[in-house]
């Protein structure tokens, strides 16, 4: 595997369901980043972890709940979504951290759809 | 608050034929304003990061440019392989946002 990859690429789940995302980085970086892309809107970062240490969290609802074992993997535990929250998650990662400048690189994304 | 526009938010074009895509930014400070390239179903890939004005990079027929308010991204003699949505991004001086423009989507016919 290169780059960072993500599982599952697609998801569908009801609104009382439990599932995780999770993503790989196979770069060697030490930052990973949560990403939302719904429709029509911007890019939206969602959590930030450099060197396992969440480091920013956009206001996110407690609804999606992050986890960092380690620089090479993060997850993305859903419960109880809305159908608002149906989007394309994308997962990235960066050799420094937002406060280093560093380009990131995304991996496929897991299209959401949460009935 | 950071702001990031992008315009237009699609372009359709006859290959061969140059255009440029703009990002127009307001931030507290720059620390770095990225472009990247989406294809459909895909996440975006990085292209250039320029980091204060003046600054240019190119790759292929991709050039961007920067200013204190503005980048552009010059595509010259597109080819049908260069349709794909176009993402601008800032990083502000306090070093723990990054603010993504909406996107422009190019579409090169051959």
């Known amino acids: 595997e290169t780059g960072v990859t993500q599982t599952p690429r697609h998801l569908v789940m009801g609104m009382t369901n439990k599932k995780s995302l999770k993503c790989e980085q196979h770069l060697g970086h030490n930052a990973m980043y949560w990403y939302k892309q719904s429709a029509k809107k911007p890019l939206e970062l969602m959590f930030v972890?450099?060197?396992?240490?969440?480091?920013e969290n956009n206001s996110v609802p407690s609804r999606f709940s992050p986890e960092c074992p380690n620089s090479s993997h993060l997850f993305l535990h859903l419960h109880t979504l809305q159908p608002e929250d149906s989007a394309l998650y994308l997962c990235a990662s960066s050799q420094g951290d937002l406060a280093g400048g560093y380009e990131q690189y995304f991996g496929p994304g897991t299209r959401l759809t949460v009935t | 608050e950071d702001q990031v526009t992008q315009s237009p938010e699609a372009l359709r074009l006859q290959e061969g034929e140059s255009s440029s895509l703009n990002c127009s930014y307001t931030?507290?400070?720059?620390?770095?304003l990225f472009w990247y390239r989406q294809d459909p179903g895909k996440g975006p890939e990085f292209l250039f990061t320029?980091?204060?004005a003046g600054e240019e990079k190119e790759k292929e027929r991709l050039k961007a440019t920067l200013t204190k308010k503005e980048s552009f991204l010059h595509i010259t003699a597109p080819k049908p392989e260069d349709s794909a949505t176009y993402l601008c991004a800032v990083n502000d001086a306090a070093g723990n946002k990054l603010t993504f423009g909406g996107g422009t989507r190019v579409l090169v016919k051959p």
């Open positions: 931030v507290s400070g720059l620390r770095g």
């Open positions: 320029l980091y204060s």
């Open positions: 972890y450099n060197f396992k240490e969440q480091t």
